[in-house]
């Protein structure tokens, strides 16, 4: 395998300290636009620990006096934030905080994205992007990004998970998620295409740190390119994984995600007509990919080698994956690939998903 780049040092939110249900709406609303996620303390005592990591501090004016008697230290990046009319004692009490603002809502609501904007913008396009491809139909490409996924998210990582085969029948159905609330593909995208990329993810499916933008199972649709730059810049800037699932026949849309992605890997079955396809597929995607590398999967009926196939689309060999009965048989129960850290290819995702972002999963050898 080529060697990889450094992995980048893992981004802090911004730290917002409030008990006020309707601050705290605005504000996330806010660091949404800003293209971030933020964390969220109610109080100085549940904020002690984050409060001088966090690259930008927002205390909510219901917070000040408690963040006051708690003598939390004195900080750079610290904004006081109300709304017009709860702000009486505003700027005497920023000045006892050490606050270098004090931001009125709504008339500091741009100025406020500006600020959540610039903690994303520290490790802007940090996000680590991978793409998978079959290199035929059914090769195991929407089980390998599922799995990928579910690892990702596995290591605590902030995972988006995207869809961009509109045949494909819906990878929330890879993950056992078809029952699960939130938006999908079709309702994103408007009649011209465009798509309010931060609030999307924010309105996604989602359990843990993995949320999942698929196709739902109503009237088919592509997906616009702009749609999928936008999609991929927001999350570039508010997760820390990507992974998508590409179809074979590449569209604009999926070549805007080669084209982003960090990594590519096409999925091949170890046989011969297989590999046959899979050269088809290489020969239009490899030209958009800084980084595409073969994976095989068993079994191999006329005993063809992963290192001969990889040799014949000559690529690289990302690895091979052992055939795994367990795991079809998991998916018919709506089990998500590599949920269980077990088996091929668990531990095949484990090994791209740390060589990526130096991050491994709990339980991982
Ligand atoms: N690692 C694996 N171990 C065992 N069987 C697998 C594995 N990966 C995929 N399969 C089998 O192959 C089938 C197709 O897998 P998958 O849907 O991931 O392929 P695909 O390349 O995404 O296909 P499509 O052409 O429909 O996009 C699965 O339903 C499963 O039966
Ligand atoms: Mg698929």
């Given amino acids: 395998m080529p060697p990889r780049t450094s992995v980048p040092p893992r ?8 008990a006020d249900g309707d601050l705290l709406d605005d504000l996330l609303r806010l660091a949404a636009a800003g293209g971030v996620e933020v964390e969220v303390a109610a109080d100085p ?4 620990t984050r409060w001088q990591p966090a690259p930008l501090v927002l205390v909510g004016i219901d917070q ?12 750079s990046r610290l904004v006081l934030v109300g709304r017009a009319g709860d702000m009486e004692p505003g700027w005497q009490i920023a000045d006892l905080l050490g606050a270098e603002h004090v931001a009125v809502l709504p008339a500091a609501e741009p100025w406020l994205v500006d600020q959540f904007a610039d903690c994303g913008l520290d490790g802007a396009g940090t996000a680590r992007v991978v793409a998978v491809v079959g290199g035929r139909g059914g090769a195991g490409a929407s089980i390998l990004a599922g799995g990928l996924a579910v690892t990702a998210a596995r290591a605590r990582l902030r995972t988006l998970l995207l869809d961009a085969d509109p045949l494909g029948g819906g990878l929330d159905l890879v993950l056992g998620w078809e029952q699960l609330e939130g938006l999908r593909w079709p309702a994103l995208t408007g009649a011209d295409g465009r798509v309010d990329a931060p609030a999307l993810v924010r309105a996604l499916p989602s359990r ?17 390119a702009e749609a999928m730059a936008a999609t991929l810049d927001a999350a570039r800037r508010g997760r820390e994984f990507v992974v998508v699932d590409l179809p074979r ?46 994976i ?13 196939v990889a040799r014949a689309l000559g690529l690289p060999l990302a690895g091979a994956l052992r055939p795994e009965p367990g795991l079809c048989r998991g998916l018919e129960r709506g089990e998500a690939p590599a949920a269980g850290g077990r088996g091929p ?10 060589d990526l972002t130096g991050q491994a999963p709990a339980g991982a050898a």
């Fill in 64 to 75: 000040a006096q408690p963040c006051l008697r708690a003598r939390l230290a004195r900080r």
């Fill in 208 to 224: 843990g740190d993995l949320v999942v933008l698929s196709w739902d199972r109503g009237d088919l649709l592509a997906v616009p």
């Fill in 249 to 294: 026949q590449l569209d604009d849309a999926a070549v805007t995600a080669l084209q982003a992605a960090d990594r590519a890997f096409v999925v091949v079955p170890a046989e011969l007509r297989a590999t046959a396809a899979a050269a088809r597929v290489v020969a239009v995607a490899a030209p958009h990919c800084h980084d595409l590398s073969v």
């Fill in 345 to 354: 290819l668990a531990e095949l995702c484990q090994r791209i998903v740390t």
């Fill in 296 to 308: 095989v999967r068993g079994p191999a009926p006329g005993r063809l080698r992963a290192q001969e």
């Fill in 11 to 18: 981004r802090r939110p911004p730290l917002v300290v409030t």
């Fill in 45 to 48: 005592a549940a904020a002690r």
